[in-house]
């Protein structure tokens, strides 16, 4: 099994910046993947971004793509997501989670950061 943690959320001004980190631990050599996932409220869990644990693939939602970077320090086991020209609706819980190969459907996850953006 895989745990993963959550870290480096909280309040921002729209336009400034967060980065928030999250560490794997227990079976990581078994981690295909990572991914970056947030809910606003009343809305679904959404996919933000993802990253290889190998070879450092990624990819980004469209919503996100050119604001935010997926990065991996295998040293760390850590994948972090800076977050930058941060806006009102990237206000969210974000969840990270290990990926199945293939599929890259969410198997564990942790439980959530909040990012706030103030407007």
């Known amino acids: 099994q895989v745990q993963v943690v959550e870290s480096g959320g909280g309040l921002v001004q729209a336009g400034g910046s967060l980065r928030l980190s999250c560490a794997a631990s227990?079976?990581?050599?078994?981690?295909?993947?990572i991914g970056w996932f947030r809910q606003a409220p009343g809305k679904e869990r959404e996919f933000v971004a993802r990253?290889?644990?190998?070879?450092?693939?990624?990819s980004y939602a469209d919503s996100v793509k050119g604001r935010f970077t997926i990065s991996r320090d295998n040293t760390k086991n850590t994948v972090y997501l800076q977050m930058n020209s941060l806006k009102h609706e990237d206000t969210a819980v974000y969840y990270c989670?290990?990926?199945?190969?293939?599929?890259?459907?969410?198997?564990?996850w942790g439980q959530g950061t909040q990012v706030t953006v103030s407007s």
């Open positions: 989670a290990s990926l199945d190969p293939g599929s890259w459907s969410p198997r564990y």
């Open positions: 990253i290889t644990w190998g070879g450092a693939r990624t």
């Open positions: 227990g079976r990581t050599f078994s981690v295909y993947a």
